[in-house]
């Protein structure tokens, strides 16, 4: 079980790094937008890894108050977002 928790570990803190890249070096407002949504979907799914790992369900509050605070965030900066410059 350990090794499936460092394997889990390895790939979310390497796509946590590469969307932050994403986030830093986005060209457009869309790319940070989605780069910003992974990482909350990436801190998520590191959330349910350990709860996991764990077999602690005091965590489930937070997985699903982070899943609800990242949709709405998304969902109205894309009503609510400014065209970018060509």
């Known amino acids: 079980m350990t090794i499936v928790l460092v394997i889990a570990g390895v790939m979310l803190t390497v796509a946590a790094l590469l969307t932050t890249y994403r986030l830093l070096a986005g060209p457009s ?8 949504d992974t990482l909350v979907a990436a801190a998520t799914c590191g959330l349910a890894v350990w709860a996991a790992y764990t077999l602690d369900t005091t ?9 609800l605070v990242g949709f709405v965030g998304s969902v109205s900066v ?6 970018d410059d060509q």
């Open 29 to 36: 407002t869309l790319d940070r937008l989605v780069a910003m």
């Open 59 to 67: 965590v489930v509050p937070a997985i699903v108050a982070l899943s």
């Open 78 to 83: 894309a009503r609510f977002r400014v065209r």
